[in-house]
């Protein structure tokens, strides 16, 4: 039914608090520690302690449980914990599951994580290595002996098609890598601070699968990010201004495969960004031009583009001339192209920045940001406001 028509569940929850540790190449500590502190930092951000937990999201390929975060933060019962699959298309949907729990009243408090040393220890970008049998990795059994063994070389497939069919050239891309590394280099926080790039950077960079360039590629992060989601009402009592949940929605297209969805009729598009964008305009009442501030997941450059065009600021093959003039702010944290491949979550911690007005490249005004999660796969979004009466 929420295919078809809107939703309740907007300005029921906001989110009060973030928090995350240093960015890093290599933590030195485990995944456990960095989403511990990721998670208090975030209560404390948000003027709550552990006690006031009672409920906790984070990913399905995240390897610190919820009991074991409670119990190592100092968090007690729980009455709702939930996980989200799909890698970086849990998102978004990690504060849904969360605003979903406090709008029917099981939780009061929940806290989203994500926590992992992505760069020291298991890096997602070197591929598949071994996986046991099963029905969600038989799809990989028509991809993998050819060749296409890690996730830039299944997004490479879908990239030439895009360039082929509006007849682009891989500078259609660089102009995402630039924007994303100009507002990291303003951003002490990014990996690329102090370092912007140009397109003749972009165009030099090293092949990693055509037409994929090592500059259309995220960064290789340890780190941990946390959210805390509560009612819009009580968010209004502490310290911070609230990001209220205007709209959150999760999609799956049709023919929907993990990162390698290579038998749909069209390869230029991304069917399950456009269920999310349907769902989201509907519920939040908001169109694209009412946004101020777009945080779109940007593992590669490529399904930037297509986002934009599928959830409707521009026509098929328009999103690079769109992004080469600047129509709108994206990623002004630098994206996880130049701040930090966290899986999304740190983009969310922007978007509520942008709302506080705290944000370090501040869009004055900011009130309605667009948040995406993970492409490629069934994926999530929100759209974020500010509090009406704030």
Same mark, same amino acid.
């Given at each position: 039914?929420?295919?078809? =028509?809107?939703?309740?569940? %907007? ?22 520690? *960095?989403?511990?502190?990721?998670? !208090? ?31 190592? +933060? ?14 970086? %298309? ?12 406090? +709008? #029917? ?6 806290? $989203?994580? =994500? ?25 990989? %059994? ?13 997004? #490479? ?46 165009? #030099? ?12 590629? $995220? ?20 310290? !911070? ?27 230029? /598009? ?30 590669? &450059?490529?399904?930037?583009? &297509?986002?934009?065009?599928?959830? /409707? ?21 630098? /994206? ?14 922007? +978007? ?9 490249? !501040? ?6 940001? *667009?948040?995406?999660? /993970? ?9 974020? &406001? ?5």
């Amino acid at each position: 039914m929420s295919l078809r =028509r809107r939703d309740t569940l %907007g300005g029921r929850a906001a989110i009060a608090g973030i928090g995350a540790t240093e960015f890093s190449k290599d933590s030195g500590r485990s995944e456990l520690r *960095l989403a511990v502190e990721a998670v !208090r930092a975030a209560l404390d951000d948000a003027g709550l302690t552990p006690a006031d937990v009672d409920g906790m999201v984070t990913f399905t390929m995240d390897t610190s449980p919820e009991i074991t975060v409670a119990q190592a +933060a100092g968090i007690g019962e729980l009455s709702f914990f939930s996980r989200i699959h799909y890698g970086g %298309g849990a998102a978004c949907a990690t504060v849904q599951q969360a605003a979903l729990a406090i +709008a #029917a009243g099981v939780a009061d408090v929940v806290v $989203c994580y =994500r926590a992992f040393n992505e760069r020291s220890d298991r890096r997602f970008g070197s591929g598949v290595r071994h996986r046991e049998p099963s029905a969600e990795g038989a799809a990989l %059994g028509w991809q993998l002996p050819f060749g296409l063994l890690t996730p830039a070389s299944w997004v #490479a497939m879908a990239a030439q098609r895009y360039l082929h069919t509006y007849g682009l050239t891989p500078e259609a891309f660089g102009h995402v890598a630039v924007t994303d590394r100009r507002y990291a280099a303003t951003n002490p926080a990014a990996y690329f601070h102090g370092r912007p790039i140009t397109l003749a950077d972009h165009a #030099a960079s090293r092949w990693i699968a055509e037409p994929l360039r090592l500059l259309d590629c $995220c960064q290789e992060t340890d780190g941990g990010q946390a959210l805390v989601v509560t009612s819009v009402e009580r968010a209004r009592d502490l310290p !911070r201004p609230p990001a209220v949940v205007a709209a959150a929605a999760q999609g799956a297209g049709r023919a929907q495969e993990q990162m390698t969805s290579f038998y749909r009729d069209d390869l230029t /598009g991304l069917p399950e960004s456009a269920v999310v964008a349907r769902q989201l305009w509907r519920s939040s009442g908001l169109a694209p031009a009412d946004i101020d501030v777009g945080i779109l997941y940007d593992h590669f &450059t490529p399904f930037v583009l &297509t986002q934009l065009e599928e959830f /409707g600021f521009c026509g098929p093959g328009e999103a690079p001339d769109f992004v080469a003039e600047e129509r709108l702010p994206l990623n002004t944290h630098g /994206g996880q192209l130049g701040e930090a491949y966290l899986h999304g979550m740190n983009g969310v911690a922007e +978007a509520v920045r942008q709302i506080r007005g705290t944000a370090v490249n !501040r869009v004055p005004g900011a009130e309605r940001i *667009l948040v995406t999660a /993970g492409t490629g796969v069934p994926t999530s979004g929100l759209v974020l &406001t500010a509090d009406p009466q704030g």
